[in-house]
């Protein structure tokens, strides 16, 4: 079973984290909703503490629904991912849904090739240089531009490891995502959509999100945000969190 931990009471919300980080990585939120919500964050496979469970996106989105049962969903870029995956197998568990810094996946099946083929590579580097000399790569990307050193989290992200970091590229990356734009209509909970102002590419995906879900999804741009929103403006993120959940 996927690790996980639990604190408040109330109407559940389970949190998914990003690749690399774990499920320690909301610890703002959890706190922050705990007085009105029974969090549980979970460490998804091959991350933190269930870094040797290795399961795909849809093995996976069926062991997190096992966990959290039913609650509002919230999942942050390859957390995410799960979410949307485990919406649209189990949505009579999914009260809410929110989605940061998400997509439903590559469509072009030869662009779906060339990630996998990256994240391969990627994998393969990974278990070269290891995982502190990877995470300081992995921030250095322009997507990370608006982490910095006290708010990266990088002390939480070396607690993964370099075969548990390449067995989820290999299993969930991007490319691994089954496109699933045509059945968004499908989702007939209340959505929210969330992406950072300077992150365009996933701004346009979030867009896309909203239109393709339909009146039941709304969508919500954090200013002065790249990738990472509920890191960069973890404030402003939470309150557009907990006005959703409120509502």
């Known amino acids: 079973m996927l690790a996980s931990s639990t604190v408040g009471a109330g109407e559940r919300v389970a949190l998914l984290h990003g690749f690399t980080q774990t499920k320690e990585s909301w610890f703002h939120l959890a706190n922050n909703l705990s007085s009105k ?18 399961f795909n996106l849809e093995t996976g989105a069926h062991a997190i629904v096992e966990i959290a049962d039913v609650a509002n969903y919230i999942g942050y870029s390859l957390g995410a ?10 949505p009579e568990k999914v009260k809410r849904l929110v989605l940061i810094s998400g997509t439903a996946g590559i469509e072009d099946k030869v662009d ?4 996998i083929a990256t994240d391969e590579d990627l994998a393969k580097h990974i278990e070269q240089i290891g995982v502190p000399q990877f995470i300081t790569e992995w921030l250095a990307q322009p997507m990370f531009a608006g982490l910095s050193g006290q708010n990266n989290q990088r002390e939480l992200r070396l607690r993964n490891t370099a075969i548990g970091l390449s067995s989820s590229l290999r299993l969930c990356g991007a490319g691994k995502q089954q496109p699933s734009w045509s059945r968004l ?26 239109d393709e879900i339909g009146d039941n999804a709304q969508l919500s741009i954090i200013a ?10 973890h404030k402003n993120t939470e309150d557009v969190l907990n006005k959703f959940l409120s509502n």
């Open 81 to 90: 991912r799960f979410c949307l995956t485990a919406a649209l197998a189990h």
């Open 37 to 54: 919500f029974e969090i549980i964050a979970i460490d998804l496979p091959n991350h933190g503490d269930s870094t040797d469970i290795s």
């Open 112 to 115: 779906r090739q060339s990630r």
């Open 185 to 210: 209509s499908e989702l007939d909970m209340p959505v929210l959509v969330i992406a950072g102002a300077d992150d365009s590419k996933f701004v346009a995906f979030a867009k896309r999100l909203v």
């Open 224 to 233: 002065h945000s790249g990738h990472s929103p509920h890191l960069e403006q």
